[in-house]
């Protein structure tokens, strides 16, 4: 049984930091790319940063350059999300995401975590 635990999220100030964890079970995490996924209230999913399984390579959603920092460990089986100097519009809910491709849609991952909520507010 597949599953991806997103944990970490929680209140922060503007200017803040959080780092979050997604630990996955019921496969090896060198085969699949990972991506980190936020949805704002009343807004789509939008895809915000992966890793992928292939070289490594990391991409970002152009808002989130130079703030967050997506990082795998294989041998704890854990992919984080460093994110700093957070603001209001990073507010939302953060779903991990595994799959056979890195991407900023959600079509081409198969498994989902349920999410850790980050509020980011004064």
């Known amino acids: 049984d597949v599953q991806l635990q997103a944990s970490g999220g929680g209140l922060v100030q503007p200017g803040g930091s959080l780092t979050l964890s997604c630990v996955v079970s019921?496969?090896?995490?060198?085969?699949?790319?990972i991506g980190w996924f936020r949805q704002a209230p009343g807004k789509e999913r939008e895809g915000i940063s992966c890793t992928s399984k292939s070289d490594g390579s990391k991409y970002y959603e152009d808002s989130v350059k130079g703030r967050f920092t997506i990082f795998r460990d294989n041998v704890k089986k854990a992919v984080y999300l460093q994110m700093t100097s957070l603001n209001p519009n990073d507010t939302g809910v953060y779903y991990c995401a595994a799959g056979e491709w890195c991407a900023m849609i959600t079509e081409p991952y198969d498994y989902w975590g349920r999410g850790t909520q980050v509020t980011v507010s004064s």
């Open positions: 019921g496969l090896t995490l060198e085969g699949y790319s």
